[in-house]
């Protein structure tokens, strides 16, 4: 494998489902982010973790919970969602550094409906 | 308030037909900005970062350049198989909270 992964690539849930996205990265990075991308809007950045710690969280919902166990994986715990909760959800990786702008690198993302 | 504004929404050019995208921003402290390419059902993929006002860079078909309010992509002679949409993203500071996307411009190059 190559690059960022992401499983699943679509998933439906009800609205009482527990379910969880993971995100692989394999470039030797040491940031992680999670993405919100919604029709018609731009990318909204969700979670970020710099060296496994999180470092942000953009006044996200508690009913969507990163975990950040190494610096390669990345996961999106998820319960309790709304159907405005449906979107697209796209992990990246970067180098970090303080002062220093580095790009990121997409997975192909998971298409998640909520019903 | 950072900003970052993409125009036009949404482009069509006929193969062969130069045009060019806009990126305009307002942000304390740039660090980098960023051009990204997004095909249906994927994830978008990195194109240029550009880190001063003055500084181009090119790839292929593309250039990008950067002023102090704006980021233009200017696309030469383009191929169908350019069409796609085209991010642009603003890194202001230090924090990587700091990302902040346009909405896109979606191109569409007719044979």
């Known amino acids: 494998e190559t690059g960022v992964t992401q499983t699943p690539r679509h998933l439906v849930m009800g609205m009482t489902n527990k379910k969880s996205l993971k995100c692989e990265q394999h470039l030797g990075h040491n940031a992680m982010y999670w993405y919100k991308q919604s029709a018609k809007k731009p990318l909204e950045l969700m979670f970020v973790?710099?060296?496994?710690?999180?470092?942000e969280n953009n006044s996200v919902p508690s009913r969507f919970s990163p975990e950040c166990p190494n610096s390669s994986h990345l996961f999106l715990h998820l319960h309790t969602l709304q159907p405005e909760d449906s979107a697209l959800y796209l992990c990246a990786s970067s180098q970090e550094g303080i002062g220093q702008a580095y790009e990121q690198y997409f997975g192909p993302g998971t298409r998640l409906t909520v019903t | 308030e950072d900003q970052v504004t993409q125009s036009p929404e949404a482009l069509r050019l006929q193969e062969g037909e130069s045009s060019s995208l806009n990126c305009s921003y307002t942000v304390s402290g740039l660090r980098g900005l960023f051009w990204y390419r997004q095909d249906p059902g994927k994830g978008p993929e990195f194109l240029f970062t550009l880190y001063s006002a003055g500084e181009e860079k090119e790839k292929e078909r593309l250039k990008a350049t950067l002023t102090k309010k704006e980021s233009f992509l200017h696309i030469t002679a383009p191929k169908p198989e350019d069409s796609a949409t085209y991010l642009c993203?603003?890194?202001?500071?230090?924090?990587?909270?700091?990302?902040?996307f346009g909405s896109g411009t979606r191109l569409s190059i007719r044979p």
């Open positions: 973790y710099n060296f496994k710690e999180q470092t």
């Open positions: 993203a603003v890194q202001a500071g230090s924090s990587a909270s700091k990302i902040i």
